[in-house]
């Protein structure tokens, strides 16, 4: 059975991929101002970091048996020290990839495991990944895809005083 998903959960699912991972060093949520706050901050950004920027909901049925299409993105950043040494920035977008390539490994495996709320959700034909500069010392790929899952959208009665007789 497919299981539903959320924007909290697909939020703390990539800060949990962050935590348990081996070569990631920080998360960073949808909003640019976590970005800004925590580049500004006396401890910066650790990279590699993961960054969530893009979560969008769509559904691809007529029904109330809607399949619900989200599609997400994530940016693998690592910060080079020098802003005009071009080698080393096309190396941290080399790494990247090979980092972005890690997680979505982790994505399709907890897709192919049953009792996780991603079962069966990823789709790969989906996968679109790009190189990024986000400033001077900031480079890394920005990676988007699709998840797709069953999404009820029935009207509950009790939620809606005008609709009572309608719904029954």
Known sequence: MTKQNSYLKIKNY??????????????IGFFEREW???KASF?????PVLALFRYELGFDSPNEN???VRKVAFAIM????????FSAQYSAIDVAEKLAL???SRINFDSNTQDHFLWNSFLKDSVVINPVELSAND???EVFFNLKNKQLLKVNIED?????SVCQ
């Not at 990539?14 to 998360?27: G, K, R």
């Open 14 to 27: 990539f800060e949990n991929i962050v935590h348990q991972s081996n070569f990631l060093n920080e998360f």
């Open 36 to 38: 800004t706050t925590k």
């Open 43 to 47: 401890a910066g950004i650790k990279s």
């Open 66 to 68: 809607a399949l619900a």
């Open 78 to 85: 690592l910060k080079t020290e020098k802003p005009d040494d």
């Open 102 to 104: 890690k997680v979505l």
């Open 139 to 141: 480079f890394g790929v």
């Open 160 to 164: 809606w005083q005008d609709i009572d």
